[in-house]
């Protein structure tokens, strides 16, 4: 990530911000983000496009998606409801979300791989093993107070299990919504003492492919859709779509870079 994103993201978190450059001379907040608001004027799509990217800014996202919509107004095309669809899709792949097509495999991954699932693995198994013994004593028991209360307690532990196994499932349900990143490697691609991550294929990201983005269409209810269709409308629109959302995006963080540049030069 450049200086200029990483102050960008950085100047929407709740803590304060200065840019330190060469030892003395400093940008203040107040500045940064007047450089953020000349740009957001000069280029409007290419800042919505970096809020949507870096700060997840909803109201940023449905501007960008009724500019999409005018870009459509302009192209001859005869399905444009699927491929209005498929600026969504670009979208997500811009800002590095996963497509439908790919949800419940990182969801899985979340709720395997995470620090949260390992440490919701090592206390169900922990429950588990208690719940054995609980269970082993159980054929000892001498009075009926005892064998309920041991039941009892199996009870509170299996419950124990069952809210755990509902938070993993929550959490691994939310993480996969923010980003693409392959959580068994951690974007790394790499698997120590193995090599090649096998689930995300050494790519450290589950970037769609073309198969991935015309599932996303059937996910979503618009059905199949045909060889010739895709290949002659539908697949130039997502990869023209997709092109300019990154020529918008770079060209508003080449300027905010440009801009800060100028600031410490003065």
């Known amino acids: 990530m450049s200086r200029a994103i990483e102050l960008f993201a950085r100047m929407h978190e709740v803590r304060s911000v200065t840019a330190d ?3 003395h001379q400093t940008l203040t907040g107040d500045v ?9 004027h000069k280029m409007p799509l290419g800042m919505d496009l970096l809020m949507a990217k870096y700060v997840h ?3 940023a996202v449905n501007r960008i998606i009724d500019v999409m919509a005018t870009w459509l107004n302009d192209e001859p095309s005869k399905r444009k409801d699927l491929a209005m669809a ?5 979208l997500d792949v811009f800002c590095d979300k996963p497509v439908a097509s790919q949800k419940r495999q990182l969801a899985a991954l979340w709720r395997k791989y995470s620090d949260q699932a390992k ?18 004593n159980l054929d000892s028991c001498e009075t009926q107070t005892a064998e309920e209360r041991l039941l009892s307690a199996i009870n509170e532990f299996e419950a124990l299990i069952i809210k755990e196994r509902r938070r993993i499932d929550e959490y691994a349900q939310c993480q996969f919504l923010k980003s693409s990143t392959c959580p068994r490697c951690s974007g790394t691609g790499l698997i120590l003492n193995t090599g ?4 995300c294929s050494g790519h450290g ?6 198969d991935n983005i015309r599932q996303h269409l059937r996910h979503i209810g618009l059905g199949r859709v045909s060889d010739k269709l895709w290949e002659n409308e539908l697949k130039p629109w997502f990869e023209k779509c997709l092109t300019k959302l990154y020529v918008y995006s770079q060209d508003a963080a080449t300027e905010i870079a440009h801009t800060l540049e100028l600031e410490i030069r003065h």
Do not use: H, M, T
């Open 119 to 136: 440490r919701s693995n090592r206390l169900i198994k922990g429950w588990q093993v208690k719940i054995k013994q609980l269970q082993r």
């Open 86 to 90: 498929l600026s969504y899709v670009a």
């Open 196 to 199: 090649e991550c096998p689930s």
């Open 32 to 40: 940064i983000l007047a450089v953020f608001g000349k740009v957001q």
């Open 205 to 210: 990201l589950f970037v769609p492919s073309v």
């Open 57 to 59: 800014d909803v109201p």
């Open 21 to 23: 450059e060469r030892g």
